[in-house]
């Protein structure tokens, strides 16, 4: 079975990696090829995650970064359909719900190949999210779809998505959470232990206030300096008690300077981060801030508490089964909120089916059903 991952974006690595080594077990079984559409392009967004999640280099690198999101989307839909042309499969795998997921997906479709959808499902409702766009064109394509949550099985359902086609599997990137945990766990002495991130999270600790971390990125965020300068005025007085580093990712970052904000005491700024040194620094925070959808189910995979700056979240299960409490960018809630969190201990529930073991599913799925609807 000839198979094709795409990948363009940080989060998306960090799913593909389970799936490749569960498929390199299996060459009796699957013929993969990996495309980087090259959606992120900075060596700290991409590059770096390859190097420590130990993803194989890519069989093609289509070099599509940049530009708003409707140019980007058509250079990876353009260089995708010269893929494909030049190396067909039986089934395109896209993960996640960035442009590089939505892309893939309608060129595949336009060529009569079959999709599989890891992380299937999700919906926030706020189609004022690019990423929900995404989810709804690559669900609509779809042939197999792979589910992190039960909520995401009832949105197919409810969208005429037939069941058997439907796989409930867990999540692959907690299959990587919990791989890289061990690989810190094993080598106490990595890299990351020298960097300087590690050596400021210890002067934290021992001062016996323990720290928060934050991550910002979404347009919503940032883009709107009236919405920017609110967050920043609940994360300063959150940082009078509890100090909080703030990794920034750089569409943040030529925000806060064009619109002249300044942090303010009690937050450290760095630049991002590898997902190493990242995860090194957060599974040991007393508060994780950020509007990022992957992180809540990280947090919520180790017990960290988690406060999501946004008024939805598309991983209703992080509420529920989580540590996940939903803030939205109102500055008085989010410090109100943070302060409810942090005077109890997280929550213990994780989801079920996130123990590590996510892309061996989705492998079987593919082994059998995956050669049935490919007509093989």
């Known amino acids: 079975m000839r198979l094709t991952l795409v990948a363009g974006a940080r989060p998306n690595f960090m799913k593909i990696a389970p799936l490749i080594r569960a498929f390199v077990t299996r060459p009796e079984v699957f013929e993969w090829r990996l495309v980087h559409t090259g959606q992120h392009y900075d060596h700290d ?16 690198r289509l070099g599509c970064g940049g530009g708003t999101h409707a140019t980007q989307t058509a250079a990876i839909m353009v260089a995708f359909e010269k893929e494909l042309l030049t190396n067909p499969a039986d089934w395109v795998i896209v993960v996640g719900d960035v442009n590089s997921t939505l892309a893939c997906s309608v060129v595949a479709s336009k060529m009569a190949v079959r999709i599989a959808h890891v992380e299937a499902g999700l ?3 706020d189609r004022r999210m690019p990423e929900e766009i995404n989810r709804l064109v ?11 949550e039960p909520s995401a099985r009832e949105n197919l359902l409810r969208e005429g998505r037939p069941a058997q086609t439907i796989h409930d599997v867990g999540h692959v990137m907690i299959d990587t959470l919990f791989h890289q945990v061990r690989q810190l766990n094993e080598n106490p002495d990595g890299p990351w232990v020298r960097s300087g991130t590690r050596a400021l999270k210890d002067r934290l600790l021992a001062s016996g206030a323990g720290y928060g971390v934050v991550t910002l990125h979404r347009p919503s965020n940032v883009d709107d300096m009236f919405a920017l300068t609110g967050v920043l005025s609940a994360l300063r007085a959150i940082a ?8 920034v990712h750089p569409r943040t970052r030529e925000r806060l300077d064009a619109f002249g904000i300044e942090p303010g005491p009690g937050l450290t700024l760095t630049g991002p981060l590898p997902y190493m040194e990242f995860l090194d620094l957060w599974k040991d925070a007393s508060l994780v801030l950020t509007d990022s959808g992957g992180l809540q189910e990280e947090t919520s995979a180790l017990g960290v508490r988690c406060l999501t700056l946004r008024d939805t979240t598309e ?4 509420l529920t089964d989580g540590t996940n409490c939903l803030a939205g960018r109102d500055p008085k809630r989010i410090v109100t909120l943070a302060r409810e969190l942090l005077s109890r201990p997280p929550s213990s529930r994780r989801p079920p089916m996130w123990d590590g073991k996510s892309a061996e599913r989705i492998a079987e799925v593919l082994a059998t059903v995956g050669f049935i609807a490919a007509g093989q």
Not at 240 to 246: I, R
């Open 315 to 318: 991983r209703p299960i992080t």
């Open 45 to 60: 967004m991409n590059d770096v995650f390859f190097e420590e999640l130990a993803i194989p280099a890519p069989h093609a």
């Open 138 to 148: 690559t669900d609509s394509l779809s042939d197999l779809y792979f589910v992190t």
């Open 123 to 125: 919906r926030s409702g």
């Open 240 to 247: 009078e008690t509890l100090p909080l580093v703030f990794p």
